[in-house]
């Protein structure tokens, strides 16, 4: 049987190349988002990868949404937790409601969604969680006080769930992606991107999105089973840890 594996933030972006490698490879997959339904039903209609609508920083939403997913396709065996969003400001105008916003969204909802499967992969002895962490979580960045902050407690947070876990054949790893061609990065000016991304990068370009996904598909399989609490840096060379 196809294990199931369960992808938040998983219709754009990373989490898009991250669903459809996982459904190329045999798993079940259920790519979860958070509102834009046209940009979903599109996705699902384009790969036929089932998706699911909560909000992963409600506690309570994400218990709903994984019971729907383990209906449709069964307990889940992976889980990729890949949602995040951005409130840039520096700190001296940053609003508690920027930094309250992107918490909830990118460090409340590792506790959420790990929190509402961890049980089922301890009774069954088996489990495979990545959190897609950031290059700014390692090194922090200029404007991203609250965004620096959660990708580095998924850091923490990640080494104290791989201890837990360990002995009950769950592992639970980090991925730190640097620039990647996403639609948000391409989004920055050409001259922005030429004149200052690229020359901190020194194989001198972007990553693609398939290639965080293969990480991904990596740390999923059997032949990371003794690999667990670590992190995987995918950066171009930008950040050496």
């Known amino acids: 049987m196809s294990q199931v594996a369960l992808v938040t ?8 190349a991250v669903s ?6 045999g798993y079940k997959v259920a790519a979860n988002y958070a509102g834009n339904e046209a940009a979903a039903a599109e996705f699902s209609r384009s790969t036929g990868i089932s998706v699911f609508q909560w909000n992963v920083a409600d506690f309570d939403a994400c218990r709903d949404g994984i019971k729907n997913v383990t209906a449709e396709l069964g307990p889940i065996d992976v889980l990729v937790n890949n949602a995040g969003i951005t409130r840039d400001s520096t700190l ?11 918490m909830a969204t990118n ?13 089922g992969m301890r009774a069954r002895r088996f489990g495979r969680i990545i959190n897609i962490s950031s290059i700014n979580g390692q090194k922090g960045q200029f404007g ?3 965004y620096a902050a959660a990708k580095a407690a998924a850091l923490g ?3 104290a769930v791989a201890h837990e876990g360990a002995a009950l054949g769950i592992t639970c790893n980090t991925i730190c992606p640097g620039y990647i061609a996403t ?5 920055v000016p050409i001259e922005t991107l030429r004149d200052k991304v690229l020359p901190q990068i020194p194989v001198g370009r972007l990553g693609e999105p398939e290639e965080v996904a293969r990480c991904v598909l990596f740390l999923a399989s059997a032949d990371a ?12 060379g930008q950040y050496m840890a």
Do not use: C, P, Y
Not at 20 to 25: E, M, N, V
Not at 107 to 119: A, C, G, K
């Open 9 to 16: 933030g998983g219709t754009r972006g990373i989490g898009a």
């Open 20 to 25: 459809k490698a996982l459904a190329a490879a």
């Open 92 to 102: 001296h105008k940053m609003s508690l409601e920027q930094w309250r916003e992107v």
């Open 107 to 119: 460090l409340d909802s590792l506790f959420n969604m790990t929190r509402n499967v961890i049980e």
């Open 144 to 146: 991203q006080a609250n």
């Open 157 to 159: 947070f990640t080494k």
């Open 183 to 187: 639609e948000m990065v391409r989004a």
């Open 225 to 236: 089973g003794f690999i667990t609490g670590a992190t995987l840096t995918a950066n171009g």
